[in-house]
């Protein structure tokens, strides 16, 4: 007997099922008389390749979502930022001979890319201020020289017998003035060391070494200060950060602010120094110096510094060789 209710299929399904189904005739259960065709797909085996094929395909969706997955997250958490760092600086953590300044208005900086060129440019000027042999030579790399060219010629604080090998930091930021600075962190020989050496540009082309900021110029010397105590103001170029300490003529904290005046990596270059709270300058430049304005709710406050070129002097009579009055800021920067 044939099936009645059969279909007609055409070559590529009767194909099909020869390989995927197993086909029999069963007698129709409401009709004795008559046959119908079952169809059973047949279960699948894989051959051993094909199984590891599947096996490293799921592994490698796996893989990339779980990778999707966790990039998503620090995007969410970080808020979109990247990090990023020049493969071409040195990794090494060197002992500084100075710190680097900071720089023109340091409460609101914005660090500026600076370009291969200008490197290479700052560069060649250090080797070729390290290897003058006349004053002149010098004072053809160096901003005014009609200044600085008297304070080099009375300063011995240039090391003649430095060699500077390698770029290690960089830093290019906006003056007030329109200008720029530029701050080098540059390896002294082979050593583990470094000097910070600073230039001001006032066009692409025109590049010059602050020299002062560079081997840090002081007019008066800070030891010559302390042995000959001036009632007179001197100017220093330094920075500024709360202090604690009250004591001989100025112990009345009521009426005084102190202040540690320092210059980074110079560690004999140390002084207290005392803002009057009665003074309309005084209050401006304890605010300066609060550091709970710029702090994050629910963090510690981080220790504040100013970068300033002071006025200081000693009282009448001082009692100590160590503290001295602050009476003005010229500057809050070493530049200008």
């Known amino acids: 007997m044939s099936p009645t209710w059969e279909s007609i299929q055409d070559d590529d399904q009767e194909l099909q099922h020869d390989t995927d189904t197993t086909e029999f005739l069963e007698i129709d259960p409401d009709d004795k008389t008559q046959m119908r065709i079952r169809r059973v797909r047949r279960k699948m085996h894989l051959r051993p390749w094909e199984k590891a094929r599947r096996i490293l395909l799921f ?18 958490f970080n808020g979109g930022k990247a990090v990023t760092a020049d493969l071409n600086e040195a990794p090494i953590t060197p002992d500084p001979i100075q710190k680097s300044p900071s720089n023109g208005n340091p409460e609101n900086s914005i660090p500026i890319s600076l370009t291969r060129n200008e490197r290479d440019h700052c560069l060649e000027m250090i080797h070729a201020f390290a290897a003058a042999k006349t004053p002149e030579e010098q004072l053809a790399l160096v901003t005014h020289p009609e200044i600085t060219g008297e304070r080099i010629k009375n300063s011995a604080i240039h090391p003649n017998n430095e060699r500077y090998s390698e770029i290690i930091d960089t830093n290019k930021v906006k003056l ?39 081997f840090g110029y002081q007019p008066m010397p800070l030891d010559t200060f302390k042995s000959s105590r001036p009632a007179t103001a001197q100017q220093f170029r330094a920075k500024l950060r709360n202090g604690d300490f009250f004591a001989n003529d100025f112990e009345d904290q009521d009426r005084w602010h102190c202040v540690e005046i320092y210059y980074p990596g110079s560690p004999n270059f140390f002084i207290y120094g005392y ?18 304005q710029d702090s994050i709710p629910g963090l510690p406050a981080v220790e504040k510094n100013l970068t ?27 530049f200008e």
């Open 59 to 76: 592994a490698l969706l796996a893989v990339i979502l779980t990778a999707g997955v966790t990039l998503l997250m620090m995007l969410v």
């Open 176 to 214: 007030k003035s329109g200008n720029y600075a530029i701050l080098l962190a540059v390896r002294i020989g082979k050593l583990d060391q470094q000097r910070y050496f600073a230039f001001i540009q006032s066009s692409k082309d025109d590049i010059k070494m602050h020299w002062e900021v560079s």
């Open 275 to 292: 803002i009057d709270r009665e003074t309309l300058f005084g209050e401006k430049l304890i605010a300066r110096l609060d550091s709970s």
């Open 308 to 334: 300033v070129i002071a006025s200081l002097r000693f009282p009448q009579n001082p009692a100590s060789n160590n503290q001295v009055e602050v009476i003005d800021i010229q500057s809050y920067s070493w």
